[in-house]
């Protein structure tokens, strides 16, 4: 498989607005700290972690919704941070995104023919009557019955919306998508429906999706690889196999184990490593590992003073943790589920 | 048990509304035994917060009106005491957890008058007595430095520590059941495991019964006793934990278990959704209201509404198929098509 997007070292700051002084002494929001990744053609990439980890400004980042303070997105051997006009205009024909809200993500005044036609009219493809030709082809293809292209918004619902904004998406032929949290806001038999379609549409269209999520559940059945993210930072990545069956990282080993399982004996039997308190702010990050203030295995010094790089811990296995060690989280002869270490880490 | 805590009898709220009659809850009917937990299930509209505000009698009459059944808490009607009675009920023996914790505190009151507040009218204590209360609560909740923190405002707490806030106050007044809707739904999933453990905990320690209102199953069995499945503001299935995991009766309750993504298999599962979209509440299909959207729906299921069909021991469904031999999820796994 060819490799379709590289994103390396991008960072983002934001400033924070303070008091008069702010001069002096500028704040910065840490969002996005040195993340790098890259995505092969035709292939799904799961980013998962909490809220404020960072993982939508990366994917926000690598459209160019918002500008990065640093790094590359390299996009078919070509920068796309550097490019601009007329082939910033193409990389846009190129990426598109599915948002998380598909109440908010539809202009409320536009007919959903409108909404979906509108990329072809600000990128100029095609007359009028073509663009609603194009746009009935969409809906159908997302399932939605094409005849209602000039029905509003709020005449649909969520699912059907959802569906709506996929249309949009696909309506300049993409290569990459990005699809930010679109089934969250979804209840679960609609988020089934749509997470199949969105399969269906990579099979048929070959397209490539980067899909963030914070659902581990989700993220492991539309990924073939996942990304874990913490505080900004990339903290493992692997295929999905490797990641839920053998995770490496202990941040990545909690996460797996708080999620609970809908099976009831499987969850009687499932231990829990309970992290301490809440994630840091992303203002004031710890330094050394951010994960080093709530880990269960950190060891001090070295953990708070040295940022651990992303090293490999098997077949295109990467961690970043000092100590990364193979814990298969489920069985109780694992290092971490062992009795002292349990009562250590739950208190 | 001799005694039961809270019975819910074929109880039924409509809201009265312009468009018409919104049948939020219709006919649901459970009983809860102390220490219990109870996980009420369902997707968005499927009446399961109605239930409990209704109990609660918090929903505002009009546009609501309970139009039939009884709730009875240790043999007292709770639809049909006076407003001082329930007053005396509502937080102190039956308390409640909502959602949002972002919301749900008053943003202008220190968090320890919040908490004192109810220990004050419940309890009759003083207010220094309350605020003593107050520490201890929120140490039992596991807020570090408590003694400080009840100086507090609620914007000064993360989402994971108003909840635990949250929790300390439904639980000020002992109460003999707490009611937790969607408690966790709006945190990060270390921070829900937090908060269900401490549930847990508190549960063993205390003894009260939860009814735990969730659109998810994995928190559900993780934590309940028995459960509870709405659909269209009716009672779709409701059986022990094991009962509704692993002999689901119902195509609905068979539907849900399809479409959740699992992550601990090491194989991916297909997905078998549900096709179409939950019915809207002043137009439920007639007959069995899931019927339009039923893989096994037969002409029987578009005319008759189904009545509760025992399965086996308490655990019933609301299916005129249910419990039929050949009829259930394993034989007819998957049949459920992937349309829109």
Request: with cysteine.
């Amino acid at each position: 498989m060819s490799e379709l997007i590289r994103v390396e070292g991008l960072t983002k700051r934001f400033p924070v607005e303070q008091g008069v002084f702010s001069r002096l002494a500028p704040k910065y929001v840490s969002a996005v700290e040195d993340v790098s990744f890259s995505v092969n053609a035709g292939e799904t990439l799961g980013l998962v972690g909490e809220s404020g980890c960072g993982k939508s400004t990366t994917g926000r980042c690598v459209i160019r919704l918002t500008e990065p303070t640093s790094g590359s997105v390299v996009f078919e051997g070509r920068d796309a941070l550097k490019l601009k006009g007329r082939d910033l205009q193409a990389y846009r024909r190129d990426v598109q995104i599915i948002f998380q809200d598909p109440y908010a993500s539809l202009n409320p005044r536009f007919t959903i023919g409108e909404v979906v036609a509108e990329p072809l009219t600000i990128h100029g493809i095609g007359t009028h009557a073509e663009q609603i030709k194009r746009a009935k082809e969409l809906l159908e293809i997302v399932g939605l019955n094409p005849e209602h292209t000039n029905r509003y918004p709020h005449e649909f619902s969520g699912g059907q919306r959802q569906r709506i904004g996929i249309a949009r998406a696909l309506a300049l032929n993409p290569k990459l998508i990005v699809c930010d949290e679109p089934v969250s806001a979804l209840d679960v038999s609609i988020q089934a429906q749509v997470l199949n379609l969105l399969d269906e549409l990579q099979d048929e269209l070959g397209l490539t999706y980067i899909f963030i999520a914070h659902d581990l559940s989700v993220v492991q059945h539309i990924s073939d690889r996942v990304a874990v993210m913490y505080l900004g930072r990339i903290v493992e990545v692997a295929d999905w196999r490797q990641l839920y069956v053998a995770p490496n990282h202990p941040y990545t080993q909690s996460l797996l184990s708080a999620v609970p399982v809908p099976d009831p004996n499987v969850q009687r039997t499932r231990k829990r490593i309970l992290l301490e308190g809440d994630v840091p702010s992303p203002i004031d990050p710890p330094t050394g590992c951010r994960f080093h203030t709530r880990c269960p295995i950190a060891q001090l010094p070295k953990c708070a003073a040295e940022t651990p790089e992303l090293r490999s811990v098997g077949d295109e296995h990467l961690a970043a943790c000092h100590f990364a060690k193979p814990f298969p989280i489920d069985e109780s002869s694992s290092p971490l589920v062992d009795e002292e270490l349990a009562r250590a880490v739950i208190g | 048990m001799a005694d039961k805590l809270l019975e819910v009898k074929d109880l039924k709220m409509y809201f009265h509304t312009r468009d018409g009659i919104v049948k939020a809850v219709d006919g649901v009917s459970y009983d809860l035994e102390p220490g219990q937990t109870l996980g009420v299930v369902g997707e968005s509209g499927s009446g399961k917060s109605v239930t409990a505000l209704t109990m609660m009698r918090l929903v505002p009459m009009p546009p609501g009106k309970v139009e039939g059944g009884e709730v009875l808490f240790r043999g007292k009607s709770l639809l049909t005491m006076k407003e001082d009675d329930i007053r005396k009920i509502r937080g102190n023996d039956i308390a409640m957890i909502f959602q949002d914790p972002m919301t749900s505190l008053n943003p202008v009151y220190r968090i320890g008058h919040q908490i004192s507040e109810a220990i004050m009218l419940h309890k009759g204590m003083s207010k220094k007595q309350a605020l003593n209360r107050s520490i201890e609560l929120l140490e039992l909740v596991g807020i570090p430095q408590a003694k400080n923190r009840i100086k507090d405002y609620p914007h000064q707490f993360s989402g994971g520590m108003r909840q635990r806030v949250m929790i300390a106050m439904a639980l000020s007044c002992d109460p003999a059941i707490l009611i937790a809707d969607e408690p966790t739904t709006a945190l990060d999933v270390t921070i829900q495991a937090q908060i269900l453990e401490l549930m847990e905990e508190l549960q063993e320690r205390t003894g009260t019964a939860i009814i735990m209102i969730t659109h998810d199953l994995g928190v559900v069995a993780d934590m309940a006793d028995s459960i509870l499945v709405m659909y269209a503001g009716r009672m779709v299935e409701f059986g022990t934990c094991d009962e509704v995991f692993y002999r689901p009766s119902h195509p609905y309750t068979w539907g849900l278990m399809d479409s959740i993504p699992r992550h601990d298999i090491e194989e991916k599962s297909a997905l078998c959704p549900i096709k179409g979209q939950p019915p809207s509440l002043v137009n439920v299909p007639s007959g069995c209201a899931f019927h339009p959207r039923c893989p096994h729906a037969k002409e029987i299921c578009r005319v008759q509404e189904p009545e509760l069909r025992s399965i086996e021991g308490k655990h019933t469904a609301a299916c005129h198929f249910a419990g039929d031999p050949g009829f259930t999820r394993t034989e007819m796994a998957c049949a459920m098509e992937v349309t829109a």
